[in-house]
Structures are given as structure tokens and as C-alpha cells.
């Protein structure tokens, strides 16, 4: 895994997945062999990232066969008509917007900023802002505008551009958490800026909330109910690439060096 190896030596990656179980452990009930699941969960190395109370944890899902942890929100049964692939696609990002929009409770008629909308988290969170009655602004290439619009974006902007002024609620998606003053400054006074991304975010302003959003644990609900989402077709799945097995080394490299839009999805 490149510059990672030495610091994290994976037997695999992945932390998606979508598959049938092949065999279950001693005093598992919540499944049984045959079942469709799909859910998320952090490679047993990097335990650290994984939740504190109800870990979810595998051998690495980039495989033909992977050992999961069954107890923990984190996994599901794939609903009936959820494609595989979509289900994978929908896993870690289904799981994240659905976060940031329980966390930040956005109300009908708010404007909101979107940073970082065209990859996965960011084209799973559009729909759900959508659907809760708010304007969506995106950043997104120009290439990537109209995919954002199908998403129900009212409005796009390029990276480069200024932000827009007096927004309700901001998300970052995409920036490092200690540069967020100019996403932060796109916020109106008694406004919202939520955050992903590492390091914990540093306050430039005292006149709006901002916080980091992890829910590793399903606090705010787990797979079940991105599952419910995604059959009620509330949460849409957008796939920018898909690979073979055999092509999983180049997908990683893919994820870290170009620019992609939404999932990039492995098959088996």
C-alpha cells in the first residue's frame, strides 16, 4: 500500500463490503450461511479507528473470502432489489451522510454548503439534504455539475471559487480539519460547520457551532437503517469506477492520486 506499508502492514484493505456468508462462528445468531450482507468494517490492524464500545472489525474485504466480527451495527442483510455492488458503494458513505444529517438537523428552507460533494460521503449526503427541504450548494468540477444537479443541487461552484456568503450549514468533506476558515467564513453568524475529516478542527470563529462527525459505534443509528434508505430509494448509490479483483492494487492507487466521483467499486 505505498507510502502506508511500513506504518500499517495490511494483509488487506477494504473496509466495505457486500457479500453472502459462507460460515459462521460459534454463537452467532444474528446471521446464518447463505445470507446477503452488506455492511462496513475496519481491518483488525487498524483497530484504533474502529468504534470503542461495538467494534466492527474483519481481516480486510478487498478479498475473495473475509472474516467479520458479526456483533455490531455495522453489518445487515442486503435488502431484497439493492444490487451487491450498490450495496458495497453504500456502506462507509451511506453510513456518514446519514450521520451528518442526524447530527445537524437541517431545517426546510436552510441554504447549505457542500464541500467535497462529488466523491462518496458527498454524493450519498446531497439526496438527504434534498429530501429534508434545504438548498444544497456543491463544489464540484465542471465536468461533475450536472451529475451534483441530478442529485437535486440547486447550485455548483469550482474549487477555486469563493464561497458563497450567509450559508445555514456548512459540510466539510474534503479539507484537512485545521483549514477550514475559508468554509467557516461562508457561515452566518448562529450557523452550523460540520466536519469528517482529520485533524480535530481548529475554531476561527466563536459565533458558530462547529463539529467533528464520527460515528463508528452506530450511535445515530447503523446499517439497518442505511439499508431502509437505500430500498426506499431515499439514498441513491453513485459508482464512479468498477474493477475486477485482480485490479483491486490499482483501485487504491486510483482513490489516493486521480479525482473520482462517488464510489469506486471492486468486484469479485
Known sequence: MGKWRKTVPLQSPGNDVAGTVTEIGPGVTAFAEGDEIFGQAVPRVLRAMAGATRPSLSTGSLAEYAVFEADTPLLTRRPPGLDVADAAALATTGLTARALVTTARPKRGETTLVVGATRGVGTALVPLLVAAGVRVVATATAADADLLRALGAEDTIG??????????????????????????????????????????????????????????????????????????????????????????????????????????????
Open 159 to 268: 474549487y477555486t471559487d469563493a464561497c458563497p456568503r450567509q450559508v445555514d450549514v456548512a459540510f466539510n468533506l474534503a479539507l484537512p480539519g485545521d483549514r477550514l476558515a475559508g468554509i467557516a467564513g461562508a457561515v452566518r453568524t448562529g450557523g452550523r460547520l460540520f466536519t469528517i475529516t482529520h485533524p480535530l478542527p481548529v475554531r476561527d470563529r466563536d459565533d458558530i457551532d462547529v463539529e467533528f462527525v464520527l460515528d463508528l459505534d452506530g450511535r445515530l443509528g447503523g446499517m439497518r437503517e442505511v439499508a431502509e434508505l437505500a430500498a426506499s430509494g431515499a439514498l441513491p448509490v453513485t459508482i464512479g469506477r468498477r474493477y475486477v479483483l485482480d485490479e483491486g492494487p490499482k483501485a487504491c492507487a486510483d482513490f489516493v492520486r486521480e479525482h473520482t466521483t462517488g464510489k469506486l467499486v471492486v468486484t469479485v
